[in-house]
């Protein structure tokens, strides 16, 4: 028996590997933020990194090495850092201490279902600072950025009024939620970009058999890429909800969609800057 065991998770680590690329997506930021940067901020932001047994150790140092080959300013990382398991979060230490860039993140459902707390110290050990329903000023090239981090609202952990209380206005202001929708109730806040992750693309996604019969999955609004406006005659803001890195159940991630993914964004850049910076590549 013990056999058939490691060999089902040797295959299942095998399975990972054939499906590692991971695809790199540039972006600008909201529009407003050209209002308060003189030169643009490059933020990386990588999500449901799910360290554990289902995706390999390789692709989530691929992933960091990548990150890092942009040069970006500013990491962020929009939760769900675990599978099922507290045996793993050495490595999770491991692959966030690899960052050495000031580094931002807040929780998801994976996080609080494990342990929220000892995830938040394996990041902490990393050097993470964790956003739970909080908001951070910080300068980065003689720039301020301001972020802001819900905690996850798919456990019932978020707390918008807490999280945007006492936040400064004509900032450059950056959300980050675990989950996508809570950007409605972040853009009447006046936070014009928001960051999250959760839903893999729409991929194999579900914790578990009785999410799909719940239809959970499929009750979602924002599923992959960029949804609401960049644009400044929006009347509210833009939500970006990538694919991610990890897998929470099986390691197949499938189709062009399904693909493991690292979004870029110049913040305070026009579409312009970066068309040139591609070029320039
Ligand atoms: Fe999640």
Same mark, same amino acid.
């Given at each position: 028996m013990a056999i058939h065991l490691n060999e089902h998770r040797k295959n299942f680590n095998e399975a990972g590997r054939w499906f590692s690329k991971i695809r790199l997506r540039h972006f600008t930021g909201h529009d407003s933020y050209q209002e308060y940067l003189n030169s643009p901020i490059r933020l990386a932001h990588l999500t449901d990194?799910? =360290?554990?047994?289902?995706?390999?150790m390789k692709v989530q140092m691929e992933a960091i090495d990548l990150v890092l080959a942009q040069n970006p300013d500013i990491v962020v990382l929009t939760g769900?850092? =675990?599978?099922?398991?507290?045996?793993y979060l050495s490595d999770l230490s491991e692959v966030v201490s690899r960052i050495n860039k000031p580094k931002f993140a807040v929780l998801g459902n994976h996080d609080h279902w494990t342990n929220a707390q000892a995830v938040r110290k394996a990041l902490i050990k990393g050097g993470v600072e964790v956003l739970e329903n909080a908001h951070t000023l910080i300068t980065i090239n003689n720039q301020s950025l301001q972020l802001v981090g819900l905690d996850d609202a798919y456990t019932k952990h978020a707390d918008i009024n807490k999280a945007t209380r006492g936040m400064k206005k004509n900032y450059a202001t950056l959300g980050l939620s675990h989950i996508a929708e809570q950007a409605d109730l972040l853009w009447l806040k006046h936070v014009p970009l928001v960051l999250s992750g959760?839903?893999?693309? +729409?991929?194999?996604? =579900?914790? +578990?058999?009785h999410e799909l019969i719940l239809k959970k999955v499929i009750g979602?609004?924002?599923?992959?890429g960029f949804y +609401?406006?960049?644009?400044?005659?929006? @009347?509210h803001g833009a939500v970006y909800v990538s694919a991610g890195i +990890?897998?929470?159940?099986? @390691?197949l991630r499938m189709g062009e969609k399904g693909k493991r993914e690292i979004a870029i964004f110049e913040l305070g850049a026009t579409k312009e800057y970066l068309e040139n910076i591609k070029l320039e590549k």
């Open positions: 990194q799910h =360290v554990g047994r289902v995706t390999p769900d850092f =675990v599978c099922h398991s507290e045996l959760h839903t893999h693309a +729409g991929q194999i996604t =579900v914790a +578990g058999l979602h609004k924002y599923i992959h +609401g406006s960049q644009n400044l005659s929006h @009347p +990890g897998a929470a159940v099986m @390691p």
